[in-house]
């Protein structure tokens, strides 16, 4: 498997690393929180086609890659974005493979904001939904049935420590049915394994972004006389960080990767790619806040607004455990009761 990237691709990243440190700078973090969205930069992203270009031409969109939305998401995950991104692109492919026109064209029209729950339902009650506190409509696989779920006036906001637009939401009469049984099952599984994939690319980049942070503070704090960074307290947990973001960043490629090339070990690979990913960021980070000592534990220090929103990520499906049960399912087999 061959990970350079293609000259379309490298200025597929430098046009969104540059949109990116323009619209989602740490004050523009800091003033979306506590909801956590910042429509501007919503709207800045609605304009380059971020939802258009998870889409295959046939329907509608520009056809790009797997891979492609990857590295679109490291950047994401670099600026810890405030806006639903993933689960907007995830929502709209499913709405596309389910044959909902009418709800993907309002997606892509801006008319509409259409968020992913990668948790599954049961019952009325669809606990911290990520984006759902912004959004009109909510995908979900409930009790067999995939679901498009309006929540306008149907939400409870959920206040949280990574500042997320997390609400819980109610399924009404109103929800309308995209697909059950099989079916369902197959679709839910299919953007689940894209939302994994793509939140671990996400966390690979905040967790790189964390390293950066913490080693040019190192560089610029000193201590008895020279830069703390030459202390083998500080730079060898470091080092391991820069290592497990660079691993973590080849496996969520490597996952991506897999939608076109092994088709058959995408589950596998995308939950082992946002285990080890989330692994990564949440280590990274809680190493790089020390490494900046009091600083780091201030609100007005950049490394917390890392340190808190990657945990809320990756926690809105579960911690490493349940990802790595889903790796096991699809490797041997699901265990039954």
Same mark, same amino acid.
């Given at each position: ?83 639903? =991104?993933?689960? +907007?692109? %995830?929502?709209?492919?499913?709405? /596309? !493979?389910?044959?909902?026109?009418? &709800?993907? *064209?309002?997606? $892509? ?54 500042? =997320?637009?997390? +609400?819980? %939401?109610?399924?009404?009469?109103? /929800? !309308?049915?995209?697909?059950?049984? &099989?079916? *369902?099952?197959? $679709? ?66 490597? !996952? ?82």
């Amino acid at each position: 498997m061959d990970l350079t990237l293609t000259e379309e691709q490298r200025q597929l990243v430098d046009s969104f690393a540059a949109l990116f440190t323009r619209e989602s700078s740490s004050d523009r973090v800091r003033a979306a929180e506590p909801l956590g969205f910042d429509r501007q930069l919503w709207e800045a992203l609605r304009g380059t086609g971020v939802i258009d270009m998870a889409l295959a031409e046939a329907d509608g969109g520009w056809g790009a890659s797997v891979t492609d939305l990857a590295l679109v998401a490291e950047q994401f995950g670099r600026t810890v974005a405030s806006v639903p =991104m993933i689960e +907007a692109q %995830v929502a709209a492919r499913i709405l /596309a !493979a389910a044959g909902d026109g009418e &709800g993907l *064209a309002a997606a $892509l029209e801006g008319r509409s904001l259409v968020t992913f729950a990668p948790r599954q339902g049961s019952g009325a009650l669809l606990p911290v939904v990520p984006g759902a506190a912004v959004a009109d409509t909510v995908v979900v696989f409930v009790d067999g049935q995939l679901l498009a779920v309006p929540i306008s006036g149907a939400r409870q906001k959920v206040a949280n420590l990574g500042s =997320m637009p997390l +609400a819980d %939401v109610v399924v009404g009469t109103d /929800a !309308a049915v995209l697909a059950e049984d &099989g079916d *369902a099952r197959r $679709l839910y599984d299919e953007a689940l394994n894209l939302w994994l994939t793509l939140t671990a690319s996400a966390l690979a980049g905040a967790a790189a972004k964390a390293v950066e942070m913490a080693a040019e503070y190192a560089r610029q704090r000193h201590a008895f006389g020279t830069p703390i960074g030459t202390f083998q307290a500080v730079s060898h947990p470091l080092a391991d960080s820069a290592t497990a973001a660079d691993g973590a960043r080849l496996l969520a490629l490597e !996952a991506a990767c897999a939608f076109e090339d092994e088709p058959q070990r995408v589950t596998e690979l995308a939950a082992m790619a946002f285990a080890f990913a989330y692994e990564s960021a949440r280590d990274a980070t809680r190493r790089s806040l020390h490494i900046h000592g009091g600083y780091g534990f201030g609100m007005e220090g950049d490394i917390q607004l890392f340190y808190r929103r990657v945990r809320g990520w990756a926690l809105v499906f579960g911690d490493a455990n349940v990802a790595l049960d889903r790796v096991a399912d699809a490797r041997y087999g699901v265990v039954s009761a």
